[in-house]
T-cell receptor, first 114, second 108 residues
C-alpha cells in the first residue's frame, strides 16, 4: 500500500468525449505526477504538479491538462478523446518535486476509448 | 537529457537461479536511478533507488543493483529467483523517465 488512491479504477468513454481522472496523494506529499501506460509498454510521463503549479511536462498534446488542489490531490483531464488514449493512467506522489525523491504509485485508472 | 535503456525485453530463468536485468543510462551529470516492479494488474512498486550515496544498493525482496559509472550501467540482480518474482521490471532515470521494461519469467 502506497497511500496513493486513484478513481475511477475502470471507465469506458466514446471517442470525442472528455474524461477526468482523480488522484489523492500520499499524506505529506506535495508533488503529483501523471503517467500513461499503453498495453505492453512502459509508463510515459505526462506532467508533474508541485504545490499547485505545473512543474514539468512530457510529450503530450495540450488536450491533456491537469490541476492540483491545495490539499495536493490532483486531476488529469483529457479532452477530445482518441482511440489511442486507451491506456492505464497512473498517478504518483512524491515530496518537493525533486527528481531524486522516490515516487509512489497508485494502482491506476484503466481508460478504454471506443 | 537523460535516458535509460533496458537491454532485454524478456528474461527467463529457472527458480533458484540468479537473475540479471540490465539497464544502461545516459546522463551528463550524476543521475538518480530507480528500479520498479509491476505485477500483472497491479501498480508499480519501488524495489530500490540510487542517489549517489553508495554504488551498491540493496532493495526489497533480495534484489540489489550496482551503479557503475565507467560502464554507465545500473543492472538489477538477485541471487536466487523465486516464482513470485515473475513480473515486469522498469529501470527509471532522472526526471522519472522509464525504460521500456523487462518481463521476467521464472520457470519451475
Amino acid at each position: 500500500e502506497t497511500g496513493v488512491t486513484q478513481s475511477p479504477t475502470h471507465l469506458i468513454k466514446t471517442r470525442g468525449q472528455q474524461v477526468t481522472l482523480r488522484c489523492s496523494s500520499q499524506s505529506g506529499h506535495n508533488t503529483v505526477s501523471w503517467y500513461q501506460q499503453a498495453l505492453g509498454q512502459g509508463p510515459q510521463f505526462i506532467f508533474q504538479y508541485y504545490r499547485e503549479e505545473e512543474n514539468g511536462r512530457g510529450n503530450f498534446p495540450p488536450r491533456f491538462s491537469g490541476l492540483q488542489f491545495p490539499n495536493y490531490s490532483s486531476e488529469l483531464n483529457v479532452n477530445a478523446l482518441e482511440l489511442d488514449d486507451s491506456a492505464l493512467y497512473l498517478c504518483a506522489s512524491s515530496l518537493d518535486g525533486l527528481s531524486g525523491n522516490t515516487i509512489y504509485f497508485g494502482e491506476g485508472s484503466w481508460l478504454t476509448v471506443v | 537529457a537523460q535516458s535509460v535503456t533496458q537491454l532485454d525485453s524478456h528474461v527467463s530463468v529457472s527458480e533458484g537461479t540468479p537473475v540479471l536485468l540490465r539497464c544502461n543510462y545516459s546522463s551528463s551529470y550524476s543521475p538518480s536511478l530507480f528500479w520498479y516492479v509491476q505485477h500483472p494488474n497491479k501498480g508499480l512498486q519501488l524495489l530500490l533507488k540510487y542517489t549517489s550515496a553508495a554504488t551498491l544498493v540493496k532493495g526489497i525482496n533480495g534484489f540489489e543493483a550496482e551503479f557503475k559509472k565507467s560502464e554507465t550501467s545500473f543492472h538489477l540482480t538477485k541471487p536466487s529467483a523465486h516464482m513470485s518474482d515473475a513480473a515486469e521490471y522498469f529501470c527509471v532515470g532522472t526526471k522519472y523517465i522509464f525504460g521500456t521494461g523487462t518481463r521476467l519469467k521464472v520457470l519451475a
